[in-house]
């Protein structure tokens, strides 16, 4: 199982956004997304957070919040993907430009106009309320098939 982070920053109203046009082979490729990626050996979710967001866009993220859990079956070459996400909205730096992809910060529900994955705007939408939660999106052919989850 491939573990990995997600992390939605958000400042003044907005969330900075990362589109997925620069990495050939990128299961992503298009999408709009949150700022994360996959663990290093040893890594606490908390510290691959905090290194992935550095490292794809300059920025500090400062007390990040872990807001759920999330696997994906059989996601990309047969793996199972597992994910912490995080929401963080308390930074320093300055934004660089990022290798996988163009950054913009996004006003409101503008996010949902984006092509994202299916499932995205449901844990979008799970992010607004003050629940954690922990769930599972089945993919096929990058088409979501079924989608289940549990609140805490």
Not at 63 to 71: A, S
Not at 93 to 116: Q, T
Request: proline share 3%; aromatic share 14%; glycine share 8%.
């Amino acid at each position: 199982m491939l573990a990995s982070t997600l992390c939605y920053i958000k400042k003044d109203g907005k969330t900075l956004m990362l589109h997925r046009i620069k990495k050939d082979k990128d299961v992503h490729e298009g999408k709009w997304n949150g700022l994360g990626g996959k663990f290093h050996p040893g890594e606490t979710p908390e510290q691959c957070v905090v290194r992935e967001v550095k490292e794809e866009s300059g920025l500090n993220i400062e007390e990040p919040k872990l807001r759920g859990i999330m696997t994906f079956p059989e996601f990309k070459d047969n793996e199972d993907w597992l994910v912490f996400l995080f929401t963080a909205d308390q930074f320093s730096g300055e934004m660089i430009e990022s290798d996988e992809g163009k950054l913009e910060w996004i006003e409101g529900d503008a996010v949902y106009d984006l092509p994202l994955w299916e499932g995205d705007k449901y844990f979008l939408d799970w992010l607004k309320e003050d629940k954690f939660f922990s769930a599972q999106f089945c993919y096929k052919d990058k088409k979501l098939i079924k989608h289940s989850v549990v609140f805490y």
